[in-house]
């Protein structure tokens, strides 16, 4: 049955700097060829790019998954392993409240016919985990917001496009 869902796609950013956090978000719907593409990441890993389904528990034996599923993927190699833990643990975890804050507001059903696939940027520098949880939970339910919601127009964009900026660019 579908949802309606598959293949909205969004960004948003939650946090400051060191510890912000930037996700790419993708809905999808089970059986679709965007499901499939995101399900395959899970089995195609790649040294710094592992996906992850995200799960949440207090340990390894009791990881519960979320629902509706998650895949999470790096999408930079971390440059230590205190910056591994913050991914998988911090955003993780942060993800995983993000999506149950989504279906608790009733944005996504809790159900194993949607897939949500987050890409996560994690400033390197970033060092305070729950700072980092909670700037990627922040992030993730905006971004689902905004990919089911949409966001305002992009008149303004359109507009002023000759005159728009980026933080990794400088004319």
């Excluded at 965007?34 to 790019?49: C, D, H, N, S, V």
């Amino acid at each position: 049955m579908s949802t309606g869902i598959d293949g909205r796609s969004s960004q948003a950013w939650g946090g400051t700097n060191p510890d912000g956090v930037h996700l790419n978000v993708v809905l999808a719907e089970r059986g679709s060829p965007t499901a499939a593409i995101m399900t395959g990441t899970l089995a195609r890993p790649a040294e710094g790019f592992t996906p992850i389904l995200v799960c949440v528990g207090e340990d390894q034996p009791s990881y519960r998954t979320v629902r509706p599923p998650t895949i999470m993927l790096n999408k930079t190699t971390s440059p230590t392993d205190e910056h591994v833990n913050l991914v998988s643990g911090a955003c993780q975890l942060g993800i995983a409240q993000g999506v149950l804050d989504s279906v608790a507001g009733g944005l996504l059903a809790e159900d194993q016919d949607s897939l949500v696939f987050a890409a996560v940027w994690l400033n390197p520098a970033a060092e305070r985990g729950d700072a980092v949880r909670l700037a990627t939970r922040t992030a993730m339910r905006a971004a689902v917001r905004e990919a089911l919601r949409g966001r305002m127009d992009a008149t303004d964009l359109i507009a002023d496009r000759d005159e728009l900026t980026h933080p990794f660019y400088v004319p």
